[in-house]
């Protein structure tokens, strides 16, 4: 039992801080680098409603808020995770972004053969202005 609790929070943490480092300026920026972090099978339903795919967020990725580092900067908060399966994490938190908050939820699914943790699906819902 111990080992499947060290798994489960190794394998959150590692989930945390891809997330995170998908958040980071220089990341964004770089097609290589974030290209890593998603998963070949990525798809994101953003907050406007678009579906985005591993190609078409990659090719964006730099223009998106949050991606220059004079620009402001996403703040997350209340992030959490849970081990659904061997190799598969579900994440939630919020964050902010020039004033904009968003709740967010993404799985993230442990790649073969070494390839680590990649963002497999992304959910954004904006919160309207004085709901808690």
């Given at each position: ?37 998603l998963?070949p099978?990525f ?20 223009d ?18 849970v ?15 020039g ?32 709901v808690?």
């Amino acid at each position: 039992m111990d080992d499947e609790i060290h798994e489960m929070n190794d394998a959150v943490r590692q989930a945390i801080a891809g997330e995170l480092q998908l958040m980071d300026p220089e990341v964004r920026s770089s097609r290589e680098r974030a290209g890593r972090l998603l998963d070949p099978e990525f798809t994101e339903v953003g907050g406007s409603g678009r579906r985005w795919t591993h190609d078409t967020m990659l090719a964006e990725l730099p223009d998106i808020p949050g991606s220059s580092a004079e620009a402001p900067r996403y703040e997350p908060s209340h992030i959490s995770g849970v081990l659904l399966a061997p190799g598969l994490v579900h994440l939630t938190f919020e964050t902010m972004l020039g004033g904009r908050r968003t709740r967010r939820s993404s799985i993230w699914r442990e790649g073969d053969a070494g390839e680590g943790w990649r963002m497999y699906y992304h959910q954004a819902t904006p919160v309207p202005p004085g709901v808690e």
